[in-house]
């Protein structure tokens, strides 16, 4: 990658990343993210027999992934297709902007907007968690129960990983959109396919008991393979309110497999957008 | 041929594409492995068996992270609503579907086990068409309780095999047992297997000892294994700094003696 290539990705991304701030889209998925992190708190009596934080933080994680997932997905097509149907894309790739620049641009253009959403989701999160903390420690104390814990490197560490999964979740919608026609086919094939990555490890496990036929788990387990495992990034409750937390190895690999991911999916990206009409 | 033409190149990019996802899924997949693994062994939700016939439940959007345990929450609320109803179909769904949601919740175990087997058979009792609670046969109502209170002994036991080391589901399973089924030996079994788990309660031991002493008329039986449970007890290093829990033990094993210990000669007076 030669330094004028470095310089045209940097453009793209930061022009990319500007439009999409700028767009109301994100300040109302963000809005509804943090709203639903903070009701939490107002919600507590709906809580049966967990601690209160987790109950609180459930809130936080489900906002995360849930809106940062329809944020991913929709902002990677729009953002892509309204270069392709405002005919930007036709004038830029006419310019000696290569075709993998241009992907790699709008990619990180999108990933750093996912990133400044998981930060401060992370922030209300914490914000949320802290306050909360002294009177649970008090009462628990109080009553001789055991303290809760409450770890705020490990949200840290966990909105790393949210971050890394969104990034796969945006990759593979940028895929989608190097081969589909129209926006709609983009967020409604993307949407689907986060929801198979999402319960995939689920289906291999139901498919791959020793009852079923050998084809069958043959199969289950060959699929299982091929479709990223998005559960993987699930380590919220150990990290974040666990004094076990999480081993390294786990983190660790959560994170190489989804540094991992993103450059894979981005390769196809490429090579099946290299041959499309613009 | 002009067709083609055109389509075969297309085709092979494609193909290409889904080969180059094939190879690089499985390369990756040994990447994450070490992260999959500690999850299927600590983040018990997804195991298989907790994920038939619910598709179509929302279970899929339960999925989404941290949203599950939210969603049990809100099923439980809806089993609530139907359990006010007597809605029997509508509450032990609801019920079941908040179990699959969150498992690792062991109040959802309890409470739904507690809701079936001491509730569900009089609502349908009561709502018999011939006649409700009073005209029913007293034969069909103990086949009713017998019912329900197996299936939710059912639930009990698998909530046991998940948390075998918390003593509520074995407790709540020997009064169920007792209340509505009326087998004491089994109900005597649930208690030893509360009075042995690792997160014991003081009592569990010594209502196992009454129900074989005095129940089941093993009184020297009884006394004998709690004199044993009370040595465990003794060794056991979580009880060191317990000098009130451990003078609860000994105050029962006393008690014990002097209820089941064969009268010495000569004490026929006392």
């Known amino acids: ?278 | 041929m002009k067709d083609s033409g055109i389509i075969w190149p297309w085709l092979r990019r494609r193909i290409i594409a889904v080969v180059m996802l094939c190879v690089a899924g499985c390369a990756l997949s040994l990447v994450g492995q070490p992260a999959a693994d500690w999850q299927r062994t600590h983040q018990p939700a997804f195991r298989s068996e907790e994920l038939k016939g619910i598709v179509g439940q929302g279970v899929l959007l339960g999925m989404f992270g941290g949203l599950r345990s939210i969603m049990a929450d809100m099923s439980w609320v809806r089993a609530y609503s139907y359990w006010e109803k007597r809605d029997r179909a509508g509450s032990e769904s609801m019920m079941r579907l908040a179990i699959i949601l969150d498992p690792g919740n062991i109040y959802f175990w309890i409470n739904a086990a507690n809701i079936i087997g001491y509730d569900q058979a009089h609502w349908e009792i009561a709502a018999r068409e011939y006649g409700g609670r009073i005209k029913v046969q007293d034969s069909v109502k103990q086949t009713l309780y017998r019912e329900y209170a197996e299936n939710a002994l059912k639930l009990l036991d698998d909530c046991i095999a998940r948390f075998p080391d918390d003593s509520r589901a074995y407790i709540y399973a020997a009064q169920l047992t007792r209340n509505k089924l009326n087998n004491i030996p089994m109900e005597a079994e649930y208690y030893r297997r509360a009075a042995e788990c690792k997160n014991r309660v003081w009592f569990a031991g010594r209502i196992y000892a009454m129900i074989l002493g005095e129940d089941m008329g093993k009184p020297e039986e009884a006394l004998e294994w709690y004199r044993d449970y009370y040595r465990r007890i003794l060794a056991d290093k979580r009880y060191e700094n317990r000098p009130d829990l451990r003078q609860i033990f000994q105050e029962n094993l006393e008690d014990l003696e002097e209820r089941f210990s064969p009268v010495p000669v000569g004490d026929s007076k006392k």
């Open chain 1, 1 to 278: 990658m030669t330094d004028s290539s470095l310089l045209r990705v940097r453009w793209i991304a930061g022009n990319t990343f500007v439009e999409a701030l700028r767009q109301r889209f994100f300040a109302f998925l963000f809005l509804l993210a943090a709203g639903l992190a903070a009701s939490g708190m107002l919600l507590r009596t709906f809580n049966f027999g967990q601690s209160e934080l987790k109950f609180i933080a459930d809130f936080g994680f489900g906002a995360m992934f849930l809106f940062g997932s329809i944020l991913a997905i929709v902002m990677t097509v729009q953002l892509f297709f309204s270069e392709l149907d405002n005919r930007t894309a036709l004038t830029l790739l006419a310019k000696p902007v290569r075709r993998w620049e241009f992907v790699l641009g709008k990619f990180l253009g999108i990933w750093t907007l996912l990133g400044v959403f998981i930060a401060l989701l992370g922030v209300v999160l914490a914000v949320m968690l802290s306050i909360r903390m002294p009177e649970l420690v008090e009462s628990a104390s109080r009553n001789g129960e055991p303290l809760p814990f409450l770890n705020l490197k490990g949200l840290g560490m966990f909105c790393l990983l949210q971050w890394f999964r969104l990034g796969v979740v945006a990759a593979l919608s940028l895929m989608i959109c190097s081969f589909a026609q129209t926006f709609l086919y983009a967020v409604i094939v993307s949407a689907m396919g986060i929801l198979l990555c999402q319960v995939q490890s689920a289906g291999v496990s139901a498919f791959s008991k020793p009852d079923q036929e050998t084809w069958v788990r043959t199969l289950a387990n060959g699929v299982g393979k091929v479709i990223p495992d998005l559960q993987l990034f699930d380590l919220g409750v150990p990290l974040v309110l666990s004094p076990a937390g999480a081993p390294q190895s786990a983190v660790l690999s959560a994170l190489g497999y989804g540094a991992l991911y993103m450059p894979v999916l981005l390769f196809i990206t490429v090579f099946l957008f290299s041959d499309r009409e613009i």
